[in-house]
């Protein structure tokens, strides 16, 4: 859970800040790639960031919303969980994020706001859940709006895997995402994560995980074309083994109803 949660601080870091240095009157922009040394590395990301509708306009959104369905499924194909909730992150110095749903007639609701995390039960505080919940909960809902432009974070060490043919027959260019404790104190567990992008057009199709104890597989299968973006729709995670073979599916997305606001600031 440790190596899960440092990642997704990664994806929260990437929506508190742009991904360029402002330009000075005597200065030009920083390049964003510029830490990347990988030729085929800064193809593909560059590419894959165009295809999601480009780091200038994601760096420019001011706020993002939408409708979240989902089901938590147990190797049984039991629910475990399952909720409608209503998304909205606001971006910029100060990002603020906003989940809520309902369950036997009460709002719930889940906020991130100056560095602070809060459970709500019908606007009143809420203890039920465990506080590590609460963050997991908006890194995780943070994690899935953030790629592809969250590899640009210089503690990710990317490499090119070169091509891939995933089960549905997609033949895909990997990017692969390693994190390193020894060299970072920030990363915990030297997790690795293959990002797997079609290689006609750059699509973002599916990632892999390998966590400490198994390996997951997440597959974009539908998107919503929403103001130049590229934004998931349906999403379906797989429990696999480390040949990518599918296990059991351990969790069922649906994404909707999505709503754009843009910055004003030059």
């Known amino acids: 859970m440790k190596s899960k949660l440092l990642f997704l601080c990664l994806a929260l870091l990437t929506l508190s800040c742009t991904s360029e240095t402002p330009a000075t009157e005597n200065s030009t922009p920083q390049d964003p790639l510029a830490?990347?040394?990988?030729?085929?590395?800064?193809?593909?990301l560059t590419a894959a960031m165009d295809k999601a509708g480009g780091l200038d306009r994601w760096n420019k959104l001011a706020s993002l919303q939408f409708t979240k369905d989902y089901s938590l499924l147990l190797e049984s194909g039991e629910v475990e969980n399952a909720a409608f909730q209503q998304h909205l992150y606001t971006f910029g110095t100060?990002?603020?994020?906003d989940i809520r749903w309902e369950k036997e007639g009460k709002t719930n609701a889940i906020h991130f706001k100056e560095g602070q995390y809060q459970k709500l039960l019908n606007d009143a505080p809420d203890t039920s859940m465990a506080q590590q919940s609460v963050i997991n909960t908006v890194?995780?809902?943070?994690?899935?709006?953030?790629i592809p432009?969250?590899?640009l974070d210089e503690g990710v060490q990317l490499s090119y895997s070169g091509l891939d043919t995933l089960a549905n027959g997609k033949v895909v260019?990997?990017?692969?995402?390693?994190?390193?404790?020894e060299e970072h104190a920030e990363h915990s567990t030297p997790d690795i994560w293959k990002h797997y992008y079609d290689a006609e057009d750059f699509t973002f199709l599916a990632y892999m995980v390998q966590h400490a104890d198994h390996y997951s597989y997440v597959e974009n299968?539908?998107?919503?074309?929403?103001?130049?973006?590229l934004l998931p729709k349906t999403r379906k995670s797989y429990r696999v083994d480390e040949d990518r073979n599918l296990l059991y599916l351990r969790a069922d997305y649906a994404y909707d109803d999505y709503s754009l606001e843009w910055s004003t600031a030059d």
Not at 94 to 97: G, Q
Not at 174 to 179: D, G, I, P, T
């Open 35 to 44: 830490h990347i040394t990988d030729g085929e590395v800064k193809r593909v």
């Open 94 to 97: 100060n990002p603020t994020v």
């Open 139 to 146: 890194l995780s809902a943070t994690f899935v709006v953030s």
């Open 149 to 151: 432009f969250k590899l």
């Open 173 to 181: 260019e990997v990017l692969q995402a390693s994190y390193d404790p």
């Open 221 to 229: 299968q539908s998107f919503h074309e929403v103001e130049g973006f």
